[in-house]
């Protein structure tokens, strides 16, 4: 892209990367645990995520949370190409979607890991390869509940069952690279958030509880 239409473009990209900021802040989990009596930032791991939700409040509420942060996390891509966003432009406006989970403008700029989010935006980004990835993600979920650090292999394994197909199939190589590093963003975020807790009070109980098993937001 030329330096012409870059400028031409981003009145356009600025407005794609606030919507996808304002998406990703939706703070649904901390608005479901609300309605059920929880203070999801004091409860569990103190994360606004579905994880968290399914062991303070309920199974149900944190199924509706990991659909909507899946839902927040595509939106955001759909919602920039709408607008004219193309190529691994796409990344800007899907990392501030992730942005918006993390430190949310409607819950005192608190949120969860945006694991559910990546998710989306995958499957939006590759909606057949991302499906897949995605799955091979929960798969490794499932196969290892009560290991501490699974929701770390779930971004790992995800991203490289993306990478593979993508290769295998000629898929967009510089989209799946932009994805990486969004994986590398959120892979960051948590294994701060897993040193945090391991060195806090509350690390034995989260591990007992298979707390760092899936997609854990």
Not at 90 to 111: K, V
Request: overall charge neutral.
């Amino acid at each position: 892209m030329s330096i012409e239409a870059l400028w031409s473009s981003t009145p356009t990209l600025i407005l794609a990367i606030a919507v996808g900021y304002l998406l990703g802040a939706l703070p649904l989990a901390d608005q479901i645990s609300r309605r059920h009596g929880v203070d999801i930032f004091s409860a569990g791991t103190g994360l606004a995520g579905a994880s968290n939700v399914r062991r303070t409040v309920g199974k149900l509420p944190g199924m509706i949370v990991i659909i909507g942060d899946l839902g927040k996390g595509a939106l955001a891509v759909i919602a920039a190409e709408f607008l004219g966003v193309e190529g691994v432009w796409i990344i800007l406006p899907a990392a501030a979607a992730i942005t918006g989970h993390w430190f949310s403008i409607f819950s005192n700029f608190r949120g969860g890991d945006a694991m559910g989010a990546l998710g989306g935006i995958i499957i939006a980004s590759f909606p057949l390869f991302g499906l897949a990835s995605v799955a091979v993600a929960f798969i490794v979920s499932l196969g290892g509940q009560k290991m501490p650090y699974t929701s770390l292999l779930n971004i790992i394994f995800g991203y490289m069952a993306l990478v593979m197909l993508n290769i295998a199939y000629d898929g967009n190589i510089p989209l799946t690279l932009g994805i990486g590093g969004l994986c590398a963003m959120v892979l960051a975020r948590a294994i701060r958030g897993h040193i945090e807790r391991r060195h806090g009070n509350d690390w034995d109980e989260y591990t007992d509880s298979g707390g760092a098993t899936e997609f854990r937001q």
